[in-house]
């Protein structure tokens, strides 16, 4: 059993939440891109082994998501970059969860989506 078990939450351009449920782009093919909140990595607790584990759940999806991560204790977005192997690229319209392990002693986590179409059903880290 993981120690910390989160759903990331995708927030809209003026920061309100949007159920990861829910949100679907519009039918004419229009790049979405859509950002969760950030969520405490393994190193905000200052411990651990800095194994984490992500989990991404999409219904019709085509495009890219990936995991981020952030070192400062108060990111600016300069501060975030990406974390290797977390990108998961798909087209068109795939049904499938994908799995991904990596390590840091990350302060702060968090997903951006990148897509023309398709459901993300839900983005789980473990750590």
Do not use: C
Request: without cysteine; charged residues 15%; negative net charge.
């Amino acid at each position: 059993m993981p120690a910390n078990s989160t759903t990331l939450q995708f927030i809209d351009r003026d920061g309100t939440a949007i159920s990861a449920v829910t949100q679907s782009p519009e039918a004419d093919s229009t790049l979405t891109v859509l950002t969760t909140d950030k969520v405490k990595g393994d190193g905000y607790y200052k411990g651990g082994d800095g194994l984490h584990t992500v989990h991404y759940a999409i219904t019709d999806f085509s495009g890219t998501i990936k995991m981020q991560a952030s070192l400062a204790t108060s990111p600016a977005s300069a501060d975030w970059f990406d974390i290797a192997g977390t990108t998961y690229t798909t087209s068109p319209d795939t049904d499938t969860d994908f799995v991904a392990n990596f390590t840091g002693n990350f302060v702060w986590l968090r997903a951006i989506a990148t897509y023309t179409n398709g459901r993300i059903n839900s983005i789980k880290v473990n750590y």
